[in-house]
């Protein structure tokens, strides 16, 4: 599925951080997830979703357990989310 028209850069990451941030999530789940909260109107691609998942990592905002994948949101990933201006 092509972007939404209006959809900016870093969107997904921030959706991605703020899903995990609720409960830790494998792809699959976020994905199904990102679908549930746009009702339908944002469908992300494999090509898509893993590749933002693998740059969080290596960020270091998430970590997953290496056994099911699911991804756990780290102190980074929260200072991302809350912003330059909350962190100290």
Known sequence: MSKPSGL???TLDMLILKIVA????????????????????????DGSL??????LERRG?????????????FAAGVASLLGPAVVS
Do not use: C
């Not at 999530?25 to 339908?40: E, M, V």
């Not at 893993?50 to 740059?55: E, Q, R, V």
């Not at 905002?61 to 949101?73: A, E, P, Q, R």
């Open 22 to 45: 609720l409960e830790p999530s494998n792809g699959w789940a976020i994905s199904q997830r990102l679908k549930q909260i746009s009702k339908d109107a944002l469908g992300v691609s």
């Open 61 to 73: 905002w998430i970590g997953n357990d290496g056994v099911n994948f699911t991804s756990t949101l």
């Open 8 to 10: 900016v850069q870093g």
């Open 50 to 55: 893993y590749p933002a998942l693998h740059k």
